[in-house]
């Protein structure tokens, strides 16, 4: 059983440019979770999502970020017009049901350098 | 509103030496408790979790961790580690369907 998957590992773009960043939960899995891990700190819950919705996204900045988890494929954190300041490691987890008792397995992460 | 305090952003130790990592939460409600290890340039992986029962949680690695209620703390130790333990350490609450994360303890093994 193929664990979580994300890509791209490792992502560099310029100021102004568009980020995606993809991340496949493993087999069975319907809840994907987005952190974000700046340099030197811990991780920063970003939203949380079902198969086509959202159900927490309050650590989403209001602006140029968004997220989905379609019916069919991966689950997408899009950052638009990207600056220096979202240079991070962007780190997905999933679990197979709602509930605090649920583990949730990470994936390995894409970092994000912004030029 | 709940919150982790990892009360050590560093801890170098020898090898085979015992090592306490230290994590205080606080939450207005009932909360389940996880310890993740980071390995340079990888996603987190579980270490030991506390959802209820006993207190003393033994998890991977010979890894182990004490949940205290009155001093709200989740402290994880070993009794002797390898320099393979050498890693990040990240203390999580999980508390009315919200997960918060510690910012994190380097734990440095020197030979």
């Known amino acids: 059983n193929a664990g979580v998957m994300q890509n791209p590992r490792h992502l560099v773009r310029r100021r102004g440019q568009e980020a995606r960043l993809r991340c496949s939960p493993m087999?069975?899995?319907?809840?994907v979770y987005w952190y974000r891990q700046l340099p030197e700190e811990g991780l920063k819950f970003m939203v949380y999502?079902?198969?086509?919705?959202?159900?927490?996204e309050s650590g989403m900045p209001k602006e140029r970020f968004s997220a989905e988890f379609p019916k069919e494929g991966p689950s997408i954190l899009r950052i638009q017009q990207v600056v220096r300041g979202d240079s991070a490691a962007y780190f997905c987890a999933s679990s197979p049901m709602s509930g605090p008792h649920n583990e949730q397995f990470f994936g390995p992460g894409t970092r994000l350098t912004v030029l | 509103a709940q919150s982790v305090t990892q009360l050590d952003s560093q801890v170098p130790v020898f090898e085979e030496a015992p090592v306490e990592l230290r994590c205080n939460y606080s939450s207005s409600v009932s909360v389940y408790l996880f310890w993740y290890v980071q390995y340079p340039n990888q996603g987190l992986q579980l270490l030991l979790k506390?959802?209820?029962?006993?207190?003393l949680v033994k998890g991977i690695n010979g890894f182990e961790a004490e949940f205290n209620k009155s001093q709200t703390s989740f402290h994880l130790r070993k009794p002797s580690v390898h320099i393979s333990d050498t890693a990040e350490y990240f203390c999580a609450v999980v508390g009315a369907g919200k997960s918060t994360f510690g910012d994190g303890t380097t734990l440095t093994v020197k030979p």
């Open positions: 999502l079902q198969k086509e919705n959202i159900i927490d």
């Open positions: 087999k069975g899995h319907s809840h």
């Open positions: 506390y959802l209820s029962g006993s207190t």
